[in-house]
């Protein structure tokens, strides 16, 4: 068992756990953070996406040891009291969502990009999402909803 | 008169879309329930044999463990199936392939009672492994099932004309095989289910990632032995399916409400993706000889086809893959003479059912790739050959069935796509460019000499080359003659003009809710956003048979629109009654107005006003399709009452000197009727292709001696967001009598026409044909499988 203290979607949190627990366990089983899907549990899919210290990160593969001190934005902490953040609304304009399963770890990965690169090529947009795995879309209108979105001023609305 | 629609046909958002992007959307493992108890899986580690016997002595009394769930646990059905009834819920009397499960440990610590599993003793005696689907029928091959006396699951003959006469008067007769192998549904949510005892007598409630709830209701019933409706199911969300998460579900419902009935507490399963992958069935891998009798002129006269598709250890849904593809296993291309038999079989492989394409897209690969071969022989084009013999209004195929209820468009998108992608330039230049002399690729020769020479140099530049193919296709929509056809809806209005829909065919992701909603909105003409698509319970809507086959836009797009209608008519009434206008009146129902001449009102104050009169302003809607048939003996008749028609283009580039195949564009243009959400079909057409094209390059499952050997997305691979670069769709709308404005189906053919475009394509490209799915890097270099079986190391 370990103390640990992190900030979990702009609040700072307490946890006593396994050194060992995953991320993606805590964020559901703890916090009832369900918006954070897992997918294959080995690194893969990426549907556990979420972002640490702000860079994009499978929370299949993050242990407990590793959050003291950091911090976690998931799905839950994207759109605030309730109005979602121009990227959500891509999603939805672009027809970037079928089964939408693999939609939160998209977003965030996505998310992640676009705080260090409010312009990115579509070669970017692809890297970024090329952990992410997706069954139902192609990806296709993944891609054109981060493009739109890359092309509004998203990047501001999160430094607030 | 064309009708203007205010919503049909446009981009509109999806209704469920708001919960997704939140991550507020609740599939079935995002539950959580009070006193909830973990089910997990004693897996067979053998692919085929008897039980001998199961010893649990070593944890009987651990304290994790609340109960163990065996055979002996079940009051009713022990097999279940679709067709026949052949898999069990536990295994009790023999295994009989690797995803086999022999007993369920019960505990609500889940981590614990999986450590349980490797203490218990299970004694086997091993029987013969059956894996070559080829063999299934020979006299000595191991019988699978032993109350059958061969590995037969089912056989479709088809017999048009006079084969043997046809080929004598071809100028030319080829014979071809192709194969094609497993293909992984991998939606990207695993498996996952809660049974819920109930109180006192009313029985169970299941939630979870079902595709076909009422399906699943009625294997749970029978396997508790209790009647239908003691047995509620609901869909939770569903991450995904495409045809996958039927069988599979079933099966896994009926364990959990088994254990949740013994316990008297909630029980769920959840599979991880190694679970997922072993357990769950596949799309059939297909072995098909083709022979092919044609003219100088390009006519097509005859065509014989044997195809054998493996079911592996269950019969599932091969009875009706398999029936699909004797229909149209002869491709959109009137033949005089056709003979094909198409068997499923057993075998001790993973078992094989329903999966978007439903015996169509192997066939479509072999047919549509000895089109092109039959066009290289000719030396014409594969455009030309496919205008010549390509069904028009009129055409009579395989089956004996004159199209001539909707209209034929095959040659309109034929068309479509060939300009849209300038074809025939590109093709002739491609042609033109193919240098083989250098380098040669997918050849005996490459392997023995994988060490060039100096005058094979081949530069950098001249690495990659292009290639340009087509593949066109027919596919018939809804069930046809082998199933009930028919969908109902229950439509409801509000006193304030907003609505209920209930229908019992699923979301399964792919937008139902959607057109539904769009089909209520359109008809009364008020917003979409007034249009609330409740989710399904088995407990509140009519059994609509199976959310498959691309059925559920025709079906039951069609029922909601009877619904609404007749909950129209109330309101007319109503209407005019109210201001005592002519009955023959037209009146309006527009942007939430119902408007004739002067007289005007809001939806809103109309349904108050036939809500206070007492008028019912709620309907069920009832759509069945017109009548089909079909001769079992000869394999003629009417097989489906309407078509739908596609054609695709690959262009690609292949890397000659690692086998690399880059798809660079695929122009995909469909007649899926009236269309009736752009975006939506926008996706299904961007997500069927990606489908197929995984199919047909990357997708590799195998097995060796009946077991996986890739269990997870590491081995896996399943196209990502940088494999194609880009998808050009077009819809061409032909005129149609059934469904909701004649909108008939498009999620299935978006798939089964990839693989045989990118094939073409890469012909086009190197001169080299290639007949064996997946296409992959040793394929395309040595035109052979680096299958475990020919993978001898350290051997010469
Ligand atoms: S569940 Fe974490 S990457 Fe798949
Ligand atoms: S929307 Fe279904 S996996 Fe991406």
New interface residues.
Partial sequence: MIQISFILNGKKVKLETDENRRLIDIL?EDF???????????G??G?CTIIMNKLAVNSCLVLAGQLIDSEIL???G??ENGK?NVL?EN?????A????????GM?MSIYALLLKNNNPADEE???A???????????????DAARATADTDMITDLSQ | MKKDFSIVGK?V??Q????????????A??I?LKDILYGVMLRTTVVHAEIKSIDFSEIADNKNLTAIITSEDIPGAKKVGAIKKDQPIFCFDKVRTSGDVLAMLVGNNEKEIKKLLTKIKVEYSELPILSNSSLAMNEDAPVIHEESSNNLICEYPLRKGNVEEGFKNSDYVIERSYSTSYQE??????EAVIAIPLEGNKGVKIIGSIQNPHTTRSVAASVLGWPLAKVRVEQA??????GGKDDTMNVLAARASIAAVKCNRPVKIRY??EDSILESYKRHPYKMKYKAGFNVDGKIKAMKIDIIADGGAYASMTPFVTWRSVVQATGSYEIENVETNVKGVYTNNPYTGAFRGFGSPQPVFAQESLMDEIAEELKISPFKLREINGYNSGSVTASGQILNSHEVTLKKVLAKASDESGFNDKWEKFSKDRVQKDFIIGSEQREKEFILDKEQFIEPENVWRRGIGLSCSFRGCSLGAEGIDAASVFVSLQNDGSVYLHSGLAE????LRTTFSIVVSEVLGIPFEDVFYLGIDTGYVMDSGPTVASRSTIMGGGAVKDATEKIKRNLLDVFIENYNIPQIARVEFTNGMVTYDKYSMSFKDLCKLAYNKGVNISAVGWYAGPNVDWDEEKGQGNAYFTYVYGCQVAEVKVNITTGEVYIENITAVHDPGKVINL??A??Q???????GAGLCLWEELNTIDGKIKHQ???ELL?????D?D??DVHFVEGEEEYGPWGAKSLGEPTLELTSAAISNAIYNATGVRYRNLPLNLEEIVLNRKLSPASVKRGSA
């Avoid at chain 1, 999603?91 to 027809?95: C, I, M, Q, T």
């Avoid at chain 2, 399943?718 to 940088?722: F, G, L, V």
Wanted: with cysteine; charged share 20%.
């Fill in positions: 559901r009832s953070l369900t918006g954070t899907k897992e997918g294959c549990s080995i893969e899919c549907a998931t799905i839950e994207v759109s979602l959500q999603f939805l304009k672009y027809g969502v079928q089964c939408g399963y693999c939609t939160p977003i947009i692809k890297e999402i090329a952990g992410n795995l997706c069954r139902c879309t192609g990806y296709k209108q993944i891609i | 981009e958002i999806r469920d879309g708001l919960e997704k992007v939140t991550g507020t959307a609740m599939f493992d995002d959580v549904h991998a939606y990207i949510e695993p969300e569903l991450g995904g399916s495409f991880n993706r399964n992701g792919q937008g975006l939506g926008k996706g057409v961007y997500g069927g292709v990606t489908q997870n997305f590491d399943i196209p990502t967001s940088k194609i880009n998808i």
